[in-house]
């Protein structure tokens, strides 16, 4: 039930009653109710359907990269596609994994052939020889993951060696330092400036370390804590600030690290549990502009209830959908932008959330219309737990609309239900 006091309007706009809730509240209501999809395949113009990473640049382009189709920016309308046999545009390898930013406008493009340079101001890819200090040698072997950090240094690994590079004013290399761990040596190897710091934090054989440079001249790793120390088999493919906890993805489900306690809370798929995590194999991690978490799965997304300590699964597959937000299931990425929300799937391309408008339906008095609402401001509404609406006015008396209908009934000092018509606040007792 809610009760408002409103003065001086002379007429009312009446809307849906949760637009009266705070968003964090909003969001619990059936997330898939509130968004609209929209599709970008390859029937739009996509090379492919498989969406490794999806990245915005400062200038508000989307760069999609690619699974066999390369790397393709996106500015809502058409596309620039970058691959293999692009002239002036030519990339090591069409399997690209993700891309990201430096400071000097250079998008760092990682792929299964190495390391390419893109200038932003020109759509150029730039040859490693353009950047000084910068080993032809660091760009030519796999790399799945690339991270710029709140310095400003780019990051990167191949083989078993975990790279940190800095940039003088002129944007060349002013160090490269190298970290050499055995358990960097993965195809999905995952690293974040978590707290925008100017480290990163990685797995290493199952425990999760923060690795920082350190007297000025070498990487090290340091276990954040005992309590992040996983299986050694274990992936982990995503980390997360969300409100001073950290939310860590993983093969095995979602981990929960409250820093300030130092405990971890593990969120695992239940078998017939509809409010469980979908699937125990998790691929991304986000969190919308209201603050609400996003589970990325191979078996669709997982909006976190923290009201309940659940989540909501979002599906094409589950019963009763009749219209489902996701054309696949295999969800591998996650970013949003404002209130938009971009995921990138294995087989569908782009599933694009954009939120739904809300409908108005405005209430005034209509001296043509007996049913309408009483003349004069309004000072007070009340809805009671049947629904019905209860209006208060100047002068104008109570209204009473049932819910469903579009008319009110009137009560008044003149019909003998009110002692004035002037009804100033309205709510209702145990009975």
Not at 222 to 228: E, F, K, Y
Request: proline share 3%; hydrophobic share 35%; charged share 20%.
């Amino acid at each position: 039930m809610k009760k408002i006091l409103i003065g001086s309007l002379h007429f009312i706009t009446i809307l849906l009653w949760l637009l009266l809730l705070p968003d964090r509240i909003l969001a619990q209501e059936a997330f898939a109710k509130h968004y609209n999809a929209t599709y970008i395949t390859m029937d739009e113009g996509l090379p492919a359907n498989f969406i490794e990473d999806i990245f915005q640049d400062s200038q508000g382009f989307v760069w999609l990269s690619l699974s066999g189709g390369g790397l393709s920016r996106y500015d809502g309308y058409e596309f620039i596609h970058f691959n293999s046999n692009t002239f002036h545009r030519k990339l090591k390898s069409n399997f690209v994994r993700c891309v990201r930013e430096d400071r000097f406008h250079r998008l760092w493009v990682s792929s299964e052939g190495g390391v390419d340079l893109i200038d932003l101001r020109t759509l150029q890819t730039l040859r490693p020889d353009k950047l000084k200090g910068l080993p032809a040698t660091l760009m030519n072997h796999p790399v799945s993951h690339i991270e710029a950090d709140a310095e400003g240094c780019i990051w990167t690994h191949d083989g078993n060696r975990l790279h940190r590079i800095a940039f003088n004013a002129a944007g060349n290399i002013e160090s490269i330092h190298s970290l050499n761990h055995a358990g960097i040596q993965k195809n999905n190897l995952i690293f974040k400036d978590i707290e925008q710091k100017g480290t990163v934090w990685i797995s290493l054989n199952g425990q999760i370390c923060n690795v920082s440079l350190q007297g000025g001249d070498r990487l090290q790793a340091v276990p954040v804590s005992r309590s992040l120390n996983f299986a050694p088999d274990i992936t982990i493919s995503d980390f997360i600030l969300k409100e001073h906890e950290i939310w860590i993805a993983s093969s095995q489900g979602l981990y929960r690290y409250d820093r300030n306690n130092d405990v971890v809370k593990h969120y695992e798929y239940v078998t017939g549990d509809p409010n469980s995590l979908s699937q125990n194999f998790l691929t991304a991690l986000a969190v919308t502009e209201n603050k609400q978490l996003i589970v990325a799965t191979l078996c669709g997304l997982n909006i976190y209830n923290p009201l309940k300590d659940n989540f909501e699964q979002i599906r094409n597959d589950l019963p009763g959908s009749k219209t489902p937000l996701l054309n696949s299931n295999f969800v591998n990425c996650i970013t949003t932008e404002g209130r938009h929300i971009w995921i990138g799937t294995e087989s569908g391309g782009i599933n694009l959330l954009t939120p739904k408008r809300l409908a108005l339906q405005n209430f005034r008095h209509d001296k043509e219309n007996p049913g309408s609402l009483s003349r004069n401001p309004v000072n007070a509404i009340y809805e009671d737990e049947a629904g019905t609406l209860w209006v208060g006015t100047v002068e104008g008396g109570l209204n009473r609309q049932a819910k469903g209908s579009h008319s009110f009934q009137h009560y008044t000092y003149e019909n003998g239900s009110l002692s004035h018509n002037s009804v100033s606040a309205i709510t209702a007792d145990a009975e």
